[in-house]
């Protein structure tokens, strides 16, 4: 693998999860093809699973990791061409070279503005960002995508199936603030690169985009698409065909009743979540909530994918 921006590329995610799990079952401590390398990580937004997971992950394959956030670098230009004489003191074209320079690795968050769909989908930070740099970069978590939370929560389905085609249903839930669909289009995205068929269930006005909704179904009604599933996949995503638009649907909380109806079905949720706004209690400290194997799995999917780049 030479960058991870997204799963485009991927010819059989599978692998990509199995070796991951496989990194798990041997606690992670593998051979150590990262001696000596240099991973940046870059953050423009906040981050704890993360930051975490992708610093033990270098650790374990030998790297040293650093972290950078946005009051540890200058203010940055974005436009090819601009006359600097405002507030901007670097242009991205040099941070990408300072970067390229210093790193073996660059891994980037830098989520979207949700303002203008081309932009946050094809012309986001990452994308520019990789025009200039000269070393791999990996995703984690763009504008419109969140790979490697896709491979961790893929890595969590294969280790947790009782069955070989178990029904997986992606549903929205309620939020105060305004978020991207990021989350969601990779579940979507890695699911189905990875086989399984996918209910994808939402309220009217908020389904993905064609791309990332692939061929999933799609289902406006909790109690009929969470009939005999097996995992329950629960993020909240703003609107992609209104774009950026919100909705405040209390009704849409995932509950107890509701987790009833499954198939004894598994809550996941990519973190962080808002306890009683999102999911009641009951769900996520419940003995079929797999959040915290959800977390484990994030070091693994990073590590998987650090260790293929290194290895390429
Ligand atoms: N799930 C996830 O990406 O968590 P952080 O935003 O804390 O990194």
Same mark, same amino acid.
């Given at each position: ?56 992950a270098a650790t374990n394959l030998g790297m040293h990791c650093i972290n950078l956030s946005t009051d540890s670098a200058w203010k940055l230009e974005m436009k090819p061409g601009a006359k600097m004489d405002g507030g901007t003191a670097e242009h991205i074209q040099e941070q ?9 690795? &660059? ?18 930070? &990452? ?126 909380? $995932? ?34 909530? $797999? ?17 293929? &780049?290194?290895?390429?």
């Open positions: 693998m030479n960058s991870f921006l997204n799963l485009e590329n991927i010819e059989d995610i599978r692998a990509l999860a199995q070796a991951g799990l496989d990194l798990k079952n041997n606690s992670g401590l593998a051979n150590k093809p990262g001696l000596g390398k240099v991973l940046t990580c870059l953050f423009l937004n906040p981050s704890l699973r993360t930051r975490l997971s992708t610093e033990i990408a070279m300072v970067l390229s320079q210093y790193s073996d690795i &660059i891994a980037i968050r830098a989520f979207p503005e949700l303002k203008d769909p081309n932009q946050d989908y094809t012309n986001d930070f &990452i994308s520019q960002f990789a025009k200039y740099a000269s070393k791999p970069i990996v995703n984690l978590e763009s504008g419109s995508l969140h790979p490697l939370q896709g491979l961790a929560d893929l890595m969590t389905i294969l280790e947790k199936k009782q069955q070989e085609k178990p029904k997986i249903v992606l549903s929205w839930a309620p939020h105060p603030r305004q978020l991207p669909q990021s989350v969601a289009n990779s579940f979507s995205q890695t699911i189905q690169k990875a086989g399984f068929d996918l209910t994808i269930c939402c309220p009217e006005g908020m389904e993905l985009s064609e791309k990332y909704n692939g061929n999933a179904k799609v289902s406006h009604s909790q109690e009929e698409a969470f009939q005999n599933a097996d995992f329950i996949y629960v993020k909240n995503w703003s609107s992609y065909h209104n774009y950026g638009a919100t909705l405040q649907e209390e009704s849409w909380m $995932i509950t107890k009743d509701k987790m009833d109806l499954t198939n004894n079905g598994k809550f996941m949720h990519c973190l962080p979540v808002r306890r009683n706004v999102v999911v009641e209690d009951a769900v996520i400290d419940s003995p079929n909530s $797999i959040i915290d194997v959800q977390v484990q799995n994030r070091v693994f999917a990073a590590q998987s994918v650090l260790k293929s &780049i290194l290895e390429h």
